[in-house]
């Protein structure tokens, strides 16, 4: 059973380009999250999405940052007019439905030059 | 809110030596709590949890005891290896409803021969 997959693991992006991060849940997952860890911090929350349907965005910044969950296809997180202070590394977790237990993904380097 | 706070890192030692990092939270009632492992460049791993209070977490020769009383979750291994040397991120379940996840800030480890 493959594990959360992430692409790509690295994405350089220019200030005021736009930013796709993809994730694929673990097979039998419906239940994904997003955290970001900023240089040297832990993990925040951002958002926590079921297929077509976000639960709970109260983590994600009120501008430029949007995710979705389609009922088919990864889980996309989208960062539009990126500026430098966007630069972390973005994972995403996937749970089945009814389990708290989340299992990681590898995580995307996001660095805006 | 809910918060997690671990000892500050690095923490250096050498092979075989006794390991503690330190972890307290602050929450409403008793969350389930988590200790995860994230070695360089890769995804975090879940090492070990506690679901309610006395609990006893344990794997790979990693031990951590939910205590209520003081509000911790510490880490612990009689013998640490090279191969150790890692971010441990210790972690409460949020149980507001929607299963995000609070992290600590992570304590990195380097373990020396």
């Known amino acids: 059973n493959a594990g959360v997959m992430q692409n790509p693991r690295h994405l350089v992006r220019r200030r005021g380009q736009e930013a796709r991060l993809r994730c694929s849940p673990m097979k039998g997952h419906s239940h994904v999250y997003w955290y970001r860890q900023l240089p040297e911090e832990g993990l925040k929350f951002m958002v926590y999405l079921q297929k077509e349907n976000i639960i709970d965005e109260s983590g994600m910044p009120k501008e430029r940052f949007s995710a979705e969950f389609p009922k088919e296809g990864p889980s996309i997180l989208r960062i539009q007019q990126v500026v430098r202070g966007d630069s972390a590394a973005y994972f995403c977790?996937?749970?089945?439905?009814?389990?708290?237990?989340?299992?990681f993904g590898p995580g995307t380097r996001l660095t805006v030059t | 809110g809910n918060s997690v706070t671990q000892m500050e890192g690095p923490v250096t030692l050498s092979e075989e030596a006794f390991l503690t990092i330190n972890c307290t939270y602050t929450a409403t009632g008793y969350p389930s709590l988590f200790w995860y492992v994230q070695y360089p460049g890769e995804g975090l791993q879940l090492l070990l949890k506690a679901t309610k209070a006395d609990d006893k977490g344990s794997n790979k020769g990693f031990e951590a005891t939910y205590r209520k009383e003081t509000t911790s979750f510490h880490l612990e291994k009689g013998s640490v290896q090279v191969s150790d040397s890692a971010v441990y991120f210790c972690?409460?379940?949020?149980?507001?409803?929607?299963?995000?996840?609070?992290f600590g800030a992570g304590t990195r480890l380097a373990v020396h021969p």
């Open positions: 972690a409460l379940l949020d149980s507001g409803g929607y299963n995000k996840l609070i």
């Open positions: 977790a996937s749970s089945p439905a009814g389990d708290y237990e989340q299992y």
